[in-house]
């Protein structure tokens, strides 16, 4: 068992050498071979205080390998002599030396936003050397805001605090505060308390054991085994309980599966506290990241009041505010709101409402929808009918109605002797014949606008969505839009219609509506199409069609707050320096030389690995390359999930250029190391 804790103070001399000093011993009296590592001091003797008493045996440059003469802030100590600090070097030395003990104490300079350089604070380290904190505090009066703040800010960045040790730094008699605030601390912090070091004049280990055993709880410390019990537990009932979905089970039973037991910004947490970043939005759903206090604020209040309600027959507070609001940020000509659950059936509730609406004004022979040949609508019959990724959908083939299928080129692969956009355009045109010959018996046209998202994130060139709506529009085809992916920002503007002031007839949502908390999916329809179905209760016109949860009051709360986080971070504005970012780090990839293409839009992202680059010969989806990027990037802390031998990264919006950053460096290495030996 190999651990680690990083221990920080809630201030500076508040007994962070001595609160390690007190750990390590308790440790050793447990059994455990203790190290400790002091990367950076300035001024005093803890290093040497700390391998003298706990009779360490590393060396002392192994110990403290930055060591700076003035007792100041590090990055004033260090520029003062001349010396920089290089965290690689210290995230090598603590390998060293984990690698030498069962439990390895790394002791942190002053509290976590104590900057050791230039743009790099303390806890840039413990994030770089990913451990868990251990926070000391002072016992007495005036520490709960410290040690609160310093759990905030810890956890902020996705990290974990393991738990708060008080140290009682000076002999007074224990009053009020020393009584209670561990327990305030414990139910504001939510975190567990490890005990107090009493004031000891004489620091012999005899007397500290005999002092410290009864009043620290050193069992909290080495507990994982018990954590490591958990997951096995969980592991063992997925495979005997849980059918996922889009997966081969009997694969599926002879991995570890990754239980995610808590999220934080744009990290994911499994349930061995280990991290990941969240590279895909867990499932391209996530919006402002996980646990946004405003979002959890909006759900947790909406609990207080009414958790769910039918729209059958009655309405619901959110519901209606949400109707208006989408109403007003949609395109301009998008006037009713029909909600449902998820983004399958927001696109069959489109297809249904197309179809029944020229049934119902009497132009009984539009029948046919038409889609692009390589589209993806979702998994329920009605939406897998209108899909064409023949993967998901040709063992169905029997059950889902004929539709017409719009050949679409894709923007990697343009045909021999054709090149790209000039093919797409071409491709309109045929596009136009056939509307002319069919248009009368067409009903609908179904697009995924600008990103055609699962089919492989292909790009369409500009100019195309506007077209395709103009020639419907001339040919009387009600032009449905399935915005499930490309809506809430993810293509650098709220919605994709919008890079072509297009204004379809019908808009489906779902994913990021609810900032990817709650299932909940809107289908957003013109007057026109609602006009055609307000008939006499007696003509039987109304839409035959609603769920259960229709516009559950919870999910709605949670779509309000996130479009009010739209507003109040400006969160397209501020995507648009890390879209460039993304654009740049993305160049890079090329030097792979198995990568075959890299297209981008906004937080979209696809990178298409293939065997040969000149002849774009794709891998063997056998081989599945792209699964086994996704397996290597995991092992590096970052979740993807490929489209077969593609890449995707669609981060969620509140990204930081950091994580970006990260994001791009795993993915990159995932890839160079799985490609190396293919050929
Ligand atoms: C994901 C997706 C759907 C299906 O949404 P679900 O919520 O999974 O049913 C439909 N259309 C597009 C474009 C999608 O990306």
Redesign the pocket.
Same mark, same amino acid.
């Given at each position: 068992m190999k651990k680690g804790f990083f221990i920080t103070g809630t201030d500076t001399g508040i007994g962070k050498t001595m609160a390690t000093y007190v750990l390590g011993l308790l440790l050793k009296a447990k059994g455990c071979d203790v190290g400790v590592m002091k990367p950076v001091q300035c001024g005093g003797d803890d290093s040497v205080f700390l391998k003298k008493n706990l009779e360490l045996e590393d060396d002392i440059k192994e110990i403290n390998p930055y060591f700076a003469r003035t007792p100041v802030s590090p990055h004033i100590a260090f520029s003062k002599e001349n010396k920089r600090i290089n965290e690689k070097e210290i995230c090598a030395g603590y390998e060293k030396l984990k690698a030498k003990h069962d439990v390895l104490l790394v002791e942190g300079a002053g509290g976590v936003m104590v900057p050791l350089k230039n743009n790099y604070l303390v806890l840039d380290l413990i994030r770089d050397l990913d451990l868990e904190v251990i926070i000391i505090s002072r016992l007495g009066l005036g520490s709960i805001n410290h040690t609160l703040l310093t759990i905030n800010q810890i956890r902020e960045v996705g990290l974990n605090v393991r738990g708060v040790l008080f140290n009682q730094c000076t002999e007074e008699k224990s009053g009020v505060p020393e009584k209670t605030n561990p327990d305030v601390i414990q139910q504001f912090g939510k975190v567990p308390i490890l005990g107090a070091i009493p004031f000891m004049r004489n620091i012999t280990s005899k007397v500290v054991l005999q002092q410290c055993r009864a009043k620290i709880d050193i069992s909290k410390l080495l507990k994982s085994s018990s954590s490591k019990n958990q997951t096995r537990k969980l592991q063992a009932w997925d495979k005997k309980y849980v059918w996922h979905p889009f997966t081969q089970m009997k694969d599926w039973v002879k991995e570890e599966p990754l239980v995610v037991d808590e999220a934080k910004g744009c990290y994911l947490m499994d349930t061995q506290g280990k991290r990941y970043l969240d590279g895909v939005s867990s499932?391209?759903v996530n919006v402002h990241g996980h646990r946004h206090p405003q979002l959890d604020r909006a759900v947790k209040d909406q609990i207080n009041r009414l958790s769910h309600s039918t729209l059958l027959g009655l309405s619901n507070t959110p519901a209606v505010e949400l109707a208006k609001k989408l109403v007003e940020i949609t395109p301009r000509g998008l006037d009713k709101v029909f909600y449902s659950d998820?983004?399958?059936?927001? %696109?069959e509730i489109a297809v249904k409402m197309a179809y029944q609406y020229w049934q119902n004004i009497g132009r009984k022979k539009k029948k046919n929808i038409a889609h692009l040949a390589n589209s993806?609508?979702? $998994?329920?019959l009605g939406?897998v009918s209108v899909g064409g990724i023949d993967l998901f959908h040709k063992v169905y083939r029997n059950l889902i109605f004929k539709t017409i299928k719009i050949d679409f080129p894709d923007c990697y692969r343009a045909p021999k002797g054709k090149t790209y956009p000039d093919y797409a355009f071409e491709s309109l045109k045929r596009f136009e014949q056939l509307l002319k010959r069919r248009h009368a018996t067409m009903a609908a046209f179904v697009v #995924?606008p600008i990103v055609?998202?699962?089919a492989g994130m292909i790009m369409w060139p500009k100019g195309v969505l506007k077209e395709m709506h103009r020639l419907c529009k001339k040919y009387d085809v009600i032009f449905i839009v $399935? #915005? %499930?992916?490309?809506g809430f920002g993810r293509t650098g503007k709220m919605f994709a219609c919008e890079h072509e002031a297009v204004v379809p007839d019908i808009l489906?949502l779902?994913?990021g509506l609810t900032g990817g908390y709650l299932?909940l999916?809107a289908t957003l329809v013109s007057q026109k199409i609602f006009d055609g179905f307000c008939f006499d209760y007696t003509s039987q016109k109304a839409f035959f069609h609603g769920h259960t949860y229709t516009g559950n009051p919870l999910a709605c709360a949670a779509a309000l707050a996130n479009l009010e986080i739209f507003q109040k971070e400006q969160t397209l504005k501020r995507m648009r320096p890390k879209i460039k970012f993304l654009q740049k780090g993305l160049k890079r990839f090329y030097d792979l030389p198995h990568i075959g293409d890299v297209r981008q839009r906004g937080f979209m992202v696809g990178i298409e690995l293939v065997q040969n680059r000149h002849t774009k010969a794709p891998y063997p989806w056998e081989e599945k390359v792209g699964a086994r990027v996704c397996q290597e990037a995991k092992r590096h802390g970052v979740i993807l999930r490929p489209l077969g031998n593609v890449i995707v990264l669609m981060p969620p919006l509140s990204m930081t250029l950091k994580q970006l950053d990260m994001l791009l460096r795993e993915t990159y290495s995932a890839i160079q190391k799985v490609t190396m030996n293919t050929h």
């Open positions: 499932l391209w998820n983004g399958s059936t927001s %696109v993806y609508h979702g $998994d329920t939406s #995924e055609q998202g699962a $399935d #915005e %499930v992916a490309t489906c779902a994913k299932p999916a």
